[in-house]
C-alpha cells in the first residue's frame, strides 16, 4: 500500500476519482478515465487531472495493490495521500481501517482463546476478571454488540456527517476514525474464525469460562 507507489516512478499515478465497487482504471477506455463532470460526487475529467492510467500496464504485484484499491476505493485524490509524486492505492480512511484490520487481527492472536462461542471467544481479549460480570448476569452479547457499536461510531459520525452535510473532514481525522472501525472488523473475524466446538471433542463442559460458568447444549443450542 505504501511501498509500490514510493518504488513506482515519480509521477506515474495520477490524481484518481473513481467508484467503489468496480474496476474504474483498469485500461485507458475505463469509466474513470472518461471525461466526467467537475464537482460531482464521483468521478472527474481525468485529462485535467494528470491524465489516464491504467493499472492492467503495470507489472503484477504494482497491478494487483491497485485494482484491489480500484474495486475497494473511491480512490478520490482529495482524500487520498501521495508518495513520490504517485496517488496511494486506497483513501486515507480506508489506509486507517487496514491498518486496524491488521492490528484486530494480530491482537487477537496473541490474546485471544477459543471459548466456542463467537461471543465468548471474542471477549477473551479482555481479562476474565474485568468480565466476570458479564457472565453472572449473562450479558456476553449485549456486551459484544455494545463494543462493536462504539468502535464502529467514529467512522460512521465522520463519514456520515460528510454525506449527508458540507462538512469535509481531514485526512488525519479519516486515519483515525478508520482505524477503530477496521480494529473491531479484525477482532469480531478473529473470534469468528477461532470459535472450533471441534477442540473441544463437541463437549461444552470442557469449556473454562469466568465466573466459572458453564456452557451445556440443549437442542444444537448453547446455553449456560
Same mark, same amino acid.
Not at 487481527?105 to 458479564?134: A, E, M, Q, V, Y
Given at each position: =500500500?505504501?511501498?509500490?507507489?514510493?518504488?513506482?516512478?515519480?509521477? *506515474?499515478?495520477?490524481?484518481? *476519482?473513481?467508484?467503489?465497487?468496480?474496476?474504474?482504471?483498469?485500461? /485507458?477506455? *475505463? @469509466?474513470?478515465?472518461? /471525461? !466526467?463532470?467537475?464537482?460531482? &460526487?464521483?468521478? !472527474?475529467? +481525468?485529462?485535467? !487531472?494528470?491524465?489516464?492510467?491504467?493499472?492492467? /500496464?503495470?507489472?503484477?504485484? %504494482?497491478?494487483?495493490?491497485?485494482?484491489?484499491?480500484?474495486?475497494?476505493?473511491? +480512490? &478520490?485524490?482529495?482524500?487520498? @495521500? $501521495?508518495?513520490?509524486?504517485? +496517488?496511494?492505492?486506497?483513501?486515507?480512511?480506508?489506509?486507517?481501517?487496514?491498518?486496524?484490520? $491488521?492490528?484486530?487481527?494480530?491482537?487477537?492472536?496473541? &490474546?485471544?482463546? #477459543?471459548? @466456542?462461542?463467537?461471543?465468548?471467544?471474542?471477549?477473551?481479549?479482555?481479562?476474565?476478571?474485568?468480565?466476570?460480570?458479564?457472565?453472572?448476569?449473562?450479558?456476553?452479547?449485549?456486551?459484544?454488540?455494545?463494543?462493536?457499536?462504539?468502535?464502529?461510531?467514529?467512522?460512521?459520525?465522520?463519514?456520515?456527517? +460528510?454525506?449527508?452535510?458540507?462538512?469535509?473532514?481531514? #485526512?488525519?481525522?479519516?486515519? =483515525?476514525?478508520?482505524?477503530?472501525?477496521?480494529?473491531?472488523?479484525? @477482532? %469480531?473475524?478473529?473470534?469468528?474464525? *477461532?470459535?472450533?466446538?471441534?477442540?473441544?471433542?463437541?463437549?461444552?463442559?470442557?469449556?473454562?469460562?469466568? $465466573?466459572?460458568?458453564?456452557?451445556?447444549? !440443549?437442542?444444537?443450542?448453547?446455553? /449456560?
Amino acid at each position: =500500500m505504501f511501498l509500490v507507489p514510493f518504488l513506482m516512478p515519480e509521477g *506515474s499515478v495520477p490524481e484518481l *476519482s473513481g467508484r467503489a465497487n468496480t474496476f474504474d482504471y483498469y485500461n /485507458e477506455d *475505463s @469509466w474513470g478515465n472518461q /471525461e !466526467h463532470r467537475e464537482g460531482s &460526487k464521483i468521478g !472527474h475529467n +481525468q485529462s485535467a !487531472h494528470g491524465g489516464t492510467f491504467a493499472w492492467s /500496464e503495470l507489472n503484477p504485484y %504494482y497491478a494487483f495493490v491497485y485494482a484491489f484499491g480500484d474495486l475497494n476505493c473511491h +480512490q &478520490k485524490f482529495e482524500r487520498s @495521500w $501521495a508518495i513520490n509524486g504517485n +496517488q496511494m492505492p486506497v483513501c486515507a480512511r480506508d489506509v486507517g481501517i487496514f491498518f486496524g484490520l $491488521a492490528l484486530g487481527g494480530w491482537w487477537f492472536s496473541r &490474546k485471544g482463546l #477459543n471459548r @466456542w462461542t463467537i461471543r465468548d471467544t471474542f471477549l477473551t481479549l479482555f481479562p476474565d476478571d474485568r468480565i466476570t460480570p458479564l457472565y453472572t448476569n449473562d450479558r456476553r452479547l449485549m456486551a459484544m454488540f455494545t463494543i462493536g457499536i462504539l468502535f464502529c461510531l467514529p467512522v460512521v459520525l465522520d463519514g456520515g456527517i +460528510q454525506a449527508i452535510s458540507n462538512y469535509e473532514s481531514v #485526512n488525519p481525522l479519516r486515519v =483515525m476514525t478508520g482505524i477503530p472501525f477496521g480494529f473491531i472488523i479484525g @477482532w %469480531y473475524f478473529s473470534a469468528s474464525l *477461532s470459535s472450533r466446538p471441534d477442540r473441544f471433542g463437541l463437549d461444552a463442559g470442557l469449556v473454562q469460562l469466568p $465466573a466459572g460458568a458453564v456452557l451445556r447444549t !440443549h437442542d444444537n443450542t448453547e446455553s /449456560e
